[in-house]
């Protein structure tokens, strides 16, 4: 076998064992199940026939489950069904996004600081521990009520919340891999630090990047609902899990459906990527291999 034969197949094998150990994780499949489920609802929501989730009707005012009404209907007659399917789109979405715009913001960042080190490492990594000294959601809250209250300022808001954990995650990472053989072999022939950081060192630290991207939605989720709750996500009459569930504490006593499914759909969610994460971060474990 030629050298640019055996480089191809070391990967191959290496995500062949990767997938081989995930799929043995009952679990993680689970969990990948539930997350699937719910990102299908939230992308055929517009293609399945359900009632339209802004529609309203006075005859049907806090309708408990019923044919018509699977999950029964809210406070002014919508169909809960329906506002939990359109409701997964902007939970989802808010989940996905915020932890994009950590990884794109944090990622870099940690990388220069762990590559470089010396003064840049000793300015990036006090402003960090001064970010993780705020709790999670109380930053996310402020962000959120500076940037005003909207969706998309929720998920920048969250975003930039969870920046840190990405910023001292791929700091650690790039410390431990800047020392191998492989990259000071790259130095020697006099490849530019841009080169070294992209082609060398950034691939080996993105698994466990990717496994706190999966665990860090299942938080965006809830920041989420919880921005939503408060009135600083998503915009009534919208649909979002959060803001349902605000409305529902009011009717606790007399439809309590109306708390049931978002608070239902949340927990499964979250619990959905916290065992796909959990997979993820076993079968990505080189000691595991």
Same mark, same amino acid.
């Given at each position: 076998?030629?050298?640019?034969?055996?480089?191809?197949?070391?990967?191959? +094998?290496?995500?062949?064992?990767?997938?081989?150990?995930?799929?043995?994780?009952?679990?993680? &499949? $689970?969990?990948?199940?539930?997350?699937?489920? *719910?990102?299908?609802?939230?992308?055929?929501?517009?293609?399945?026939?359900?009632?339209?989730? !802004?529609?309203?009707?006075?005859?049907?005012?806090?309708?408990?489950?019923? !044919?018509?009404?699977?999950?029964?209907?809210?406070?002014?007659? +919508?169909?809960?069904?329906?506002?939990?399917?359109?409701?997964?789109?902007? @939970? &989802?979405?808010?989940?996905?996004? /915020? $932890?994009?715009?950590?990884?794109?913001?944090?990622?870099?960042?940690?990388?220069?600081?762990?590559?470089?080190?010396?003064? =840049?490492? =000793? $300015?990036? /990594?006090?402003?960090?521990?001064?970010?993780?000294?705020?709790?999670?959601?109380?930053?996310?809250?402020? !962000?959120?009520?500076?940037?005003?209250? /909207?969706?998309?300022?929720?998920?920048?808001?969250?975003?930039?919340?969870?920046?840190?954990? *990405?910023?001292?995650?791929? +700091?650690?990472?790039? #410390?431990?891999?800047?020392?191998?053989?492989?990259?000071?072999?790259?130095?020697?022939?006099?490849?530019?630090?841009?080169?070294?950081?992209?082609?060398?060192?950034?691939?080996?630290?993105?698994?466990?990047?990717?496994?706190?991207? =999966? &665990?860090?939605?299942? =938080?965006?989720?809830?920041?989420?609902?919880?921005?939503? *709750? #408060?009135?600083?996500?998503?915009?009534?009459?919208?649909?979002?899990?959060? @803001?349902? &569930?605000?409305?529902?504490?009011?009717?606790?006593?007399?439809?309590?459906?109306?708390?049931?499914?978002?608070?239902?759909?949340?927990?499964?969610? $979250?619990?959905?990527?916290?065992?796909?994460?959990?997979?993820? +971060?076993?079968?990505?474990?080189?000691?595991?291999?």
């Amino acid at each position: 076998m030629t050298a640019a034969e055996t480089s191809l197949a070391l990967p191959a +094998r290496s995500q062949a064992r990767v997938w081989s150990k995930f799929r043995r994780n009952r679990s993680a &499949l $689970v969990g990948a199940c539930i997350v699937g489920f *719910f990102g299908l609802l939230a992308l055929l929501a517009p293609l399945l026939p359900i009632a339209d989730p !802004l529609a309203t009707s006075w005859s049907a005012i806090r309708k408990p489950p019923s !044919l018509e009404y699977l999950m029964g209907s809210d406070e002014i007659g +919508r169909d809960i069904l329906s506002r939990m399917i359109w409701g997964a789109q902007a @939970s &989802l979405l808010a989940g996905v996004i /915020s $932890v994009v715009i950590a990884m794109l913001t944090g990622v870099p960042i940690g990388l220069i600081a762990g590559y470089f080190g010396g003064w =840049t490492d =000793t $300015v990036i /990594s006090r402003f960090t521990d001064a970010l993780l000294a705020m709790p999670f959601l109380i930053m996310a809250i402020a !962000l959120a009520a500076f940037l005003g209250p /909207s969706l998309s300022n929720a998920m920048i808001a969250i975003g930039l919340s969870a920046m840190p954990v *990405f910023i001292r995650l791929t +700091r650690g990472q790039v #410390l431990s891999v800047k020392t191998e053989d492989y990259v000071e072999g790259a130095r020697a022939v006099g490849l530019g630090h841009l080169d070294i950081m992209r082609r060398y060192i950034l691939p080996n630290v993105v698994p466990p990047i990717i496994v706190q991207a =999966t &665990l860090t939605v299942a =938080t965006a989720i809830i920041a989420e609902a919880s921005l939503s *709750f #408060l009135g600083l996500g998503q915009q009534a009459p919208a649909p979002s899990w959060g @803001s349902m &569930l605000n409305v529902a504490k009011n009717f606790l006593g007399q439809a309590p459906w109306m708390a049931i499914w978002p608070g239902a759909a949340i927990f499964l969610v $979250v619990i959905g990527f916290n065992l796909l994460g959990d997979g993820l +971060r076993d079968a990505l474990d080189p000691r595991e291999h």
